[in-house]
T-cell receptor, first 115, second 107 residues
Framework: ETGVTQSPTHLIKTRGQQVTLRCSSQ?????VSWYQQALGQGPQFIFQ???????GRGNFPPRFSGLQFPNYSSELNVNALELDDSALYLCASSLTSGRNTGELFFGEGSRLTVL | KNEVEQSPQNLTAQEGEFITINCSYS?????LHWLQQHPGGGIVSLFMLSSGKKKHGRLIATINIQEKHSSLHITASHPRDSAVYICANFGNEKLTFGTGTRLTIIP
């Protein structure tokens, strides 16, 4: 039990639709990061938010966007869904102090299927 | 470009054996993470280290900053250690994951 919760756990969308995934950080953590893991592949870093601002991004197009709220919970939004967006989406929270980001605590993930 | 390579990709061993998984990275780091992922998707953080060595139970992680290399060791391996082990390096403002090592421990 990491204290990081994600919702929904599973969802099905059709191509072209939009989706919002949610993540509640562990208490006291100020940093949240999002990852995409396709079936049989390793996680790929999407982006990271620190104190409500994006401070790192992987190789994902602009239709992947995010928000971090004052309570440090976060959303991942994906517009114009494509079939290849089908994956497990993981979030992780951590505590950043200065330039150092601490241990990552992962949620159980949201499994998205795009038909 | 930050690249992270792990070896071996797959490892099968008998219960009780000493296990070593290696990770090499190309960009200087603030911290290197070792993660464990069981079937079904849940990821657990095992270690975060930026120098030296850390130990937790039967798991030991070491890092050599000059050589840009880290190792994860498991002593007295057990079937419940069977999982995918992933190293990840935060460099160039993004977290890059290794390809993972699938470990299977046979009773």
């Amino acid at each position: 039990e990491t204290g990081v919760t994600q919702s929904p756990t599973h969802l099905i969308k059709t191509r072209g639709q939009q989706v919002t995934l949610r993540c509640s950080s562990q208490s006291g953590h100020n940093t949240v990061s999002w990852y995409q893991q396709a079936l049989g592949q390793g996680p790929q870093f999407i982006f990271q938010y620190y104190r409500e601002e994006e401070n790192g991004r992987g190789n994902f197009p602009p239709r992947f966007s995010g928000l971090q709220f004052p309570n440090y919970s976060s959303e991942l939004n994906v517009n114009a869904l494509e079939l290849d967006d089908s994956a497990l989406y993981l979030c992780a929270s951590s505590l950043t102090s200065g330039r150092n980001t601490g241990e990552l605590f992962f949620g159980e993930g949201s499994r998205l299927t795009v038909l | 470009k930050n690249e992270v390579e792990q070896s071996p990709q797959n490892l099968t061993a008998q219960e009780g054996e000493f296990i070593t998984i290696n990770c090499s990275y190309s960009v200087g780091i603030s911290a290197l993470h070792w993660l464990q992922q069981h079937p079904g998707g849940g990821i657990v953080s095992l270690f975060m280290l930026s120098s030296g060595k850390k130990k937790h139970g039967r798991l030991i992680a070491t890092i050599n900053i000059q050589e840009k290399h880290s190792s994860l060791h498991i002593t007295a391996s057990h079937p419940r250690d069977s999982a995918v082990y992933i190293c990840a390096n935060f460099g160039n403002e993004k977290l890059t994951f290794g390809t993972g090592t699938r470990l299977t421990i046979i009773p």
